[in-house]
């Protein structure tokens, strides 16, 4: 849209930021998502097939939320059942705006959604048959886990409960730019996604401009290295049982979206902009 402006109505605005907006990642772990290296994924965990059937693939599911409900009571980090309709992410962003909050885990939102469920089929004599995904995929609980990350500020790990424990990273370019400018003491006013005010908007720039470069994609990984294993997939499987099992995840784009907040001075002054 930027590139229709001209520069009479460019100079209508009282400050431009480009930012990189949302940002979804995908995790996920390339031996549980075909048949044949869930198998042996399952053997590196338990030393055999045995025990491989979907009553324990459920007992699995079962144990990734006790361990989570009986940690999170201990540590006093509440647990939020969400029914349909519910906007996660603004369940936790009151939270935050209510309540003095320190750097990582500060709540978990469950929540059901479709996921990769494998059906391991039993033979009349007792062995595994073909081990298949459900189709189409049940709905399962997924825990939201709500992150303050010192550099990225409010980030949402998604993980289903199910292995082979598929995950979505959810964090927001907005929040990346407010951290990094306070460390390098930029003043700013945000109000949601849209910085409202700043005495220095080259400065500010610039630090946006810090998300397009080659860097990023480093930081994205260390981000995702630094919570998943021993914030997350913890519940489900032990630091020994990770090693172990040899459980390691992947992680793709899922979704980028690119913003450019306007802001005017007056209502007159967007109106000009945005008839063109």
Same mark, same amino acid.
């Given at each position: 849209m930027g590139d229709r402006f001209s520069a009479h109505? +460019?100079?209508?605005?009282? *400050?431009?930021?480009?930012? $990189?907006?949302?940002?979804?990642l995908h995790a996920y772990f390339p031996m549980g998502v075909n048949e044949g290296g869930f198998r042996c994924w399952w053997r590196l965990l338990n030393?055999?097939?045995? *025990?491989l059937d979907n009553a324990h693939l459920m007992r699995m599911a079962g144990r990734f939320s006790r361990r989570l409900r009986a940690w999170?009571? @201990?540590h006093k980090i509440p647990v939020v059942d969400c029914a349909v309709g519910e906007r996660k992410h603004e369940i936790a962003a009151d939270y935050l705006a209510t309540h003095e909050v320190r750097s990582g885990l500060f709540m978990i939102?469950?929540?059901?959604?479709p996921a990769l469920v494998w059906d391991v089929q039993i033979s009349g004599t007792g062995k595994i048959g073909n081990i298949e995904a459900k189709q189409p995929?049940?709905? $399962?609980?997924?825990?939201?886990?709500?992150?303050l990350d010192p550099e990225w500020g409010?980030?949402?790990?998604?993980?289903?409960?199910?292995?082979?424990?598929?995950?979505?990273?959810?964090?927001?370019?907005?929040?990346?730019? @407010?951290?990094?400018?306070k460390?390098?003491?930029i003043e700013f006013t945000k109000e949601g996604n849209c910085f409202t005010d700043t005495p220095d908007a080259a400065r500010l720039a610039? $630090?946006? +401009?810090?998300l397009s470069d080659e860097q990023t994609i480093g930081r994205l990984s260390r981000l995702c290295e630094r919570w998943i294993y021993s914030t997350c997939l913890l519940f489900a499987l032990d630091l020994e049982e990770q090693r172990r099992s040899q459980f390691q995840y992947q992680y793709s784009i899922y979704q980028i979206e690119y913003s450019r907040n306007l802001q005017f001075q007056v209502g007159g002054q967007m109106e000009q902009v945005f008839s063109l």
């Open positions: 109505y +460019e100079d209508l605005l009282e *400050g431009v930021y480009d930012c $990189v907006d949302r940002i979804v030393g055999s097939d045995e *025990g999170a009571q @201990a939102l469950v929540f059901r959604s995929w049940p709905y $399962v609980n997924h825990y939201h886990f709500q992150i409010h980030i949402t790990i998604k993980m289903s409960g199910h292995p082979p424990f598929g995950a979505q990273i959810m964090l927001n370019g907005h929040e990346y730019v @407010a951290c990094r400018a460390t390098k003491k610039r $630090v946006a +401009e810090t």
